[in-house]
């Protein structure tokens, strides 16, 4: 094959992993409920007005919080959602009926 016959699907596959990784920003209000009690350790967010899609991944950016034992919190918070392309978002529904405990990643830092 000469060059020019390689050219063509190169850059279809070039074209393929950029939109796959392709990714944008939104900055969204939320509500952050957070409880440390005998019954209860959890921080649960809620995202005001906005509803992620399977392959969007949601960051929370809070001053790092400290409750005392028996307390609970309620606050409003800014949160970063990182929108997946459509490719992407493709794929994670189609890897998400195999793999489905792989799709979720929830830490605390």
Known sequence: M?????????????????????????????????ERTHEHLHAHVELLGFLPEPGDSV???????TLDYGT????????????????????TRFTGRFEFYELYDVGFE
């Open 59 to 65: 960051r929370v950016e809070d001053d790092f919080v």
């Open 72 to 91: 609970t919190e309620t606050r409003e918070a800014e949160a970063v959602v990182t929108r997946a392309s459509a490719l992407r978002r493709a794929w």
């Open 2 to 34: 000469t060059l020019i016959g390689w050219t063509a699907p190169a850059a279809l596959l070039v074209l393929l992993t950029a939109w796959f990784f392709w990714r944008r920003t939104e900055r969204v209000p939320c509500r952050i409920d957070l």
